[in-house]
């Protein structure tokens, strides 16, 4: 006679280190498994206009070296002389040095003569190493140089830190990565590849203090003016792409062109694009996911 008893199936409950539980699966879930799952709850949702007035500061920077380029272009077709650079030099170190005062959030006169010396020490060694950096390309040709400036200076653009965090007060760096300084060097390079086929060392001096004021202090000054007051930054960069498409657009058309449709792209097509493939994002939590640790330290 067979018995109609059959043995109850144990319940299955969720061990963390206990191994296999006896009458499941190693990889067994049960109907609960999904009750605890999040979807897309890490995901930030983004407003376009936001994200346009955020990609300011990248049409801000790339306006910034394209005008740099122009001043090279200009100094070598001798349009620029050794006057007019270093007049543009102390106008520059002014303006600069004025916008960090008004919007520094910290300031002394400790740190404003620290800042100072610095800045003496720095175009002292600049002037004393010009000779060196008038010869330093002389035995290779101008057509390798253009060609690695050129290199140097999309390097220097793809590398840079947009963002502005990195930047400290009175042109300290915290936090630098690699890409960061890489991006800088580059800049630094190619001011001085294009410095060394000047005619003269008072040319050289000039340019290379041109090139260093603008790729060190530029982001600098953007970035307090930025902290300070973002309709004036917004401002000053709508102000400067004119400033710049307009000597452009005198230089040569196609130039001129290139430079509106990669500033078109850059703060139209790409914030665009990055709203829409918000849609396709999908992100999934749960009990699954690796454990969080969290340390609640009692002073």
Sequence with gaps: MRSNFSPTKPTWRKVAYGGMQPGFDDNHTDDSFLEDMIMNANVVKRDLMKVMLDSVSISQYLCIVALVVLVWTYTLRSTFNERSLILLDV????????????????LSINL????????????TGLYVLSPIYHTLTRSICSDSIWALTAFLVILHLFLHNYSGS?????GALENSTFTSNI????????????????????????????SLQVFLFAPLVSYCMKKYSFRLHLCFSLGLMAVTLFFVYRLHQLLFILLLSILVFVNLVCPYWLIRIQEYKFEINGPWDEAKLCFNIME
């Design 91 to 106: 106008v520059l170190l002014g303006a600069g040095f004025f916008t960090v005062l008004l919007t520094a959030e910290t």
């Design 112 to 123: 404003l003569l620290n800042y100072v010396l610095k800045i003496s020490f720095f175009i």
């Design 183 to 210: 991006s800088l060097n580059a800049s630094i390079v190619a001011s001085l590849l294009i410095a060394s086929r000047l005619p003269s060392r008072l040319h050289v001096f000039a340019i290379v203090l041109f």
């Design 166 to 170: 990195a930047v400290k007060a009175f």
